[in-house]
T-cell receptor, first 112, second 110 residues
């Protein structure tokens, strides 16, 4: 299995609070991705990174920001969490954009 | 219109049965195709890539029909351990162009 961890694995928070999710990889892959998975939808890309300090928006980026200060860490921040952001969040990595993506174990976030 | 569409199922089949899933995609410029498997409350994991000529990996066979824009997955001799959700995934050019279907749920019954 690819060396990808996510923290926390579970979180319950209240509307309006900031939340930061962390993805950590030990594979030294260049590309990192944040997805969310909701019933009735496939995984949807939130943001991705193609190198340290290089990030770009995905399909559902509103309400989210990201940062990547080191190759191994990719942070996803919800500045002011809303109930619509209740979801399962997966991080993924790949060496090149056309390569297979490997997923972390996921973070289950509930916003009350 | 969704980029990738799958029948959500569920498919309930007995052990030993053969089951097939189909998936359609909307963008004819799509370049790469995959099947991922996702167990309940777990992360998606790559099952197999799908090549234009079709490919097989043990009991699993994947096929691609570019003209009709559909992808299929055939599972022969189903095992209890095959119970999972199977995600059809299509990749277009660029790093932010991986599109997932909603998944097809399979339950193999003893």
């Amino acid at each position: 299995d690819a060396g990808i961890t996510q923290s926390p694995r579970h979180k319950v928070t209240e509307t309006g609070t900031p939340v930061t999710l962390r993805c950590h990889q030990t594979e030294n892959h260049r590309y990192m991705y944040w997805y969310r998975q909701d019933p009735g939808h496939g995984l949807r890309l939130i943001h991705y990174s193609y190198g340290v300090k290089d990030t770009d928006k995905g399909e559902v980026s509103d309400g989210y920001s990201v940062s990547r200060s080191k190759t191994e860490d990719f942070l996803l921040t919800l500045e002011s969490a809303t109930s619509s952001q209740t979801s399962v969040y997966f991080c993924a990595i790949s060496e090149r954009p056309t390569d297979t993506q490997y997923f972390g174990p996921g973070t289950r976030l509930t916003v009350l | 219109r969704k980029e990738v569409e799958q029948d959500p199922g569920p498919f309930n089949v007995p052990e030993g049965a053969t089951v097939a899933f189909n998936c359609t995609y909307s963008n004819s410029a799509s370049q790469s195709f995959f099947w991922y498997r996702q167990d309940c409350r777990k992360e998606p994991k790559l099952l197999m890539s799908v090549y234009s000529s079709g490919n097989e990996d043990g009991r699993f066979t994947a096929q691609l029909n570019r003209a009709s824009q559909y992808i299929s997955l055939l599972i022969r001799d189903s095992k209890l351990s095959d119970s999972a959700t199977y995600l059809c995934v299509v990749q277009q050019t660029g790093a932010n162009n991986l599109f997932f279907g909603t998944g097809t749920r399979l339950t193999v019954i003893p």
